[in-house]
Nanobody, 125 residues
Framework: QVQLVESGGGSVQAGGSLRLSCAAS????????MGWFRQAPGKDREGVAT???????TYAESVKGRFTISQDNAKNTLYLQMNSLEPEDTAMYYC???????????????????WGQGTQVTVSS
């Protein structure tokens, strides 16, 4: 059974840091692509960072240099280290996985079949 469970969200002040975790079932972690997306109130869900099986990351322009996506294969866990947080980063953050070997591991929501329930990140100014 594919399962993705996010944790690590919270409330921080601007300039602070948080690390999100996504504990994945074995089937989910075997996916070709895994990534982080976010959705702010009233906005569409957007891609933040993704990573392929080779460990190559892709980042949204808005988070480059501030966020880092990584994996711990021994723990079947995906991480998102978020530094220099800004109020504009406030959103629900979702972990996603895509098993298709045809996937390009992009930042588009429709590319991913499996989703977690999300963890809230709130950044105050």
């Amino acid at each position: 059974q594919v399962q993705l469970v996010e944790s690590g969200g919270g409330s921080v002040q601007a300039g602070g840091s948080l690390r999100l975790s996504c504990a994945a079932s074995k089937d989910a972690y075997a996916s070709i692509c895994m990534g982080w997306f976010r959705q702010a109130p009233g906005k569409d869900r957007e891609g933040v960072a993704t990573i392929n099986r080779s460990g190559t990351p892709t980042y949204a322009e808005s988070v480059k240099g501030r966020f880092t996506i990584s994996q711990d294969n021994a723990k079947n866990t995906l991480y998102l280290q978020m530094n220099s947080l800004e109020p504009e980063d406030t959103a629900m953050y979702y972990c996603a996985a895509e098993p298709s070997q045809a996937s390009l591991c992009g930042l588009r929501e429709y590319e991913y079949d499996y989703w977690g329930q999300g963890t809230q990140v709130t950044v105050s100014s």
